[in-house]
Structure formats: structure tokens, C-alpha cells
T-cell receptor, first 113, second 111 residues
Framework: GAVVSQHPSWVICKSGTSVKIECRSLDFQATTMFWYRQFPKQSLMLMATSNEGSKATYEQGVEKDKFLINHASLTLSTLTVTSAHPEDSSFYIC?????????FGPGTRLTVL | GENVEQHPSTLSVQEGDSAVIKCTYSDSASNYFPWYKQELGKRPQLIIDIRSNVGEKKDQRIAVTLNKTAKHFSLHITETQPEDSAVYFCAASKNNNDMRFGAGTRLTVKP
């Protein structure tokens, strides 16, 4: 299957700082990538759809000014959590869409102290 | 929008038995239904998928059935093994966009 990488795999930051997470499709071009958030023992919740060269589409209830998404190339999308707070602590997973399906990155565990 | 419901939330079976997980969806326009397996702390892995023009698909011990009229689809795992233990998520989408996930089923296979 297609390979999607994510960096960093985990990050710990202080409250009020910003954190950037990268999602890369390694062996294919992805015009569309998706960002999900997953709390412990819960399902994946779609946060936003990231389209190469255009603005991201955010799901209802997701603050676009807090979760900045940039899809600058066909292989890279970034999610920046701005002014992070403890309640932003979660597992963030991206996925990239191919013709066949979506393939997930390994996830980034964010802990905000 | 699409709403996906998944049952049961937990499932425990004896090694060698079969496991069945069921999902329903609300949007009749959905046409792509993947199943993902997620082990603790790891990424969801696509294990099988089915499109709306097919009623059943099988891959070794795993099979998926789709009933478009009733808007439900199921995952069947036969001859379960301890390594099948994980959380399984169903999902539904239209043309692989706006994929919505079920709440997940934690499967435990007892040796």
C-alpha cells in the first residue's frame, strides 16, 4: 500500500506555544489529505480536509485559526496547533487519499503541559 | 452529513471462532466502505474495503458484506487468532471524500 509519514511522532510542549505537525505522502502524490484527531479509546474525528493549493475545509466545531493547515505541495500537508492548551492534547493522524483509498500516517501524540 | 454507527463496541471470542462486526450508515450516496484495524498507539491499517457496486468481498479469513438497501455492512473474520486482537473501525464515504468512522469495536481473541 501507499506510504504516509508523519513528523514528529510525539511532542511535548508548554501551554501557549505552537506546534507544527508534518504529513508526507512518500511514494505518491496526494491532492487531498485529511487531518483527524483521536482521543484515548475513541474513534477518529475528522478535523479538516486539506487540498493542495487551496484553503482547507474545516469540520463544524473545529477552529480554523487554532488549527492552521497548509498544503503547499502534492506530498506535504502541515497542521499547526497554535497557542496550545492542555485540552489540545491528543493523537493527531493524517491520511492521504489515492485513487483507491486513504492511507494513514503513523500519528503524532501531542501532550500540552 | 454521513453518520456511521458500529456494533458491538467490544467483542470477545475464543481463538478459532468467528467474529462479526456490523455498521450502518445514513447517507445513501455513500459508495465506499473501508475497514481499518488499529493496534494500540499505531496507525489504522486498511484491511479490506468494498464499493457500492459489490455485495460481498473476501480476502482469506476476512470478508465484508454490503446491503445497500438496508444501508448496512459487516466485517466477518473467520478462524480468529490472537493477533487479530485490535480495534476495528468501519467507515463510509462518497468517492473517498469526507470519510466518517464508526465508534470502533475492540476485539479480543482469547487463546
Amino acid at each position: 500500500g501507499a506510504v504516509v509519514s508523519q513528523h514528529p511522532s510525539w511532542v511535548i510542549c508548554k501551554s501557549g506555544t505552537s506546534v507544527k505537525i508534518e504529513c508526507r505522502s512518500l511514494d505518491f502524490q496526494a491532492t487531498t489529505m485529511f487531518w483527524y484527531r483521536q482521543f484515548p479509546k475513541q474513534s477518529l474525528m475528522l478535523m479538516a480536509t486539506s487540498n493542495e493549493g487551496s484553503k482547507a475545509t474545516y469540520e463544524q466545531g473545529v477552529e480554523k485559526d487554532k488549527f492552521l493547515i497548509n498544503h503547499a505541495s502534492l506530498t506535504l500537508s502541515t497542521l499547526t496547533v497554535t497557542s496550545a492548551h492542555p485540552e489540545d492534547s491528543s493523537f493527531y493522524i493524517c491520511s492521504a487519499r489515492t485513487i483507491g483509498s486513504q492511507y494513514f500516517g503513523p500519528g503524532t501524540r501531542l501532550t500540552v503541559l | 452529513g454521513e453518520n456511521v454507527e458500529q456494533h458491538p463496541s467490544t467483542l470477545s471470542v475464543q481463538e478459532g471462532d468467528s467474529a462479526v462486526i456490523k455498521c450502518t450508515y445514513s447517507d445513501s450516496a455513500s459508495n465506499y466502505f473501508p475497514w481499518y484495524k488499529q493496534e494500540l498507539g499505531k496507525r489504522p491499517q486498511l484491511i479490506i474495503d468494498i464499493r457500492s457496486n459489490v455485495g460481498e468481498k473476501k480476502d482469506q479469513r476476512i470478508a465484508v458484506t454490503l446491503n445497500k438497501t438496508a444501508k448496512h455492512f459487516s466485517l466477518h473474520i473467520t478462524e480468529t487468532q490472537p493477533e487479530d486482537s485490535a480495534v476495528y473501525f468501519c467507515a463510509a464515504s462518497k468517492n473517498n471524500n469526507d470519510m466518517r468512522f464508526g465508534a470502533g469495536t475492540r476485539l479480543t481473541v482469547k487463546p
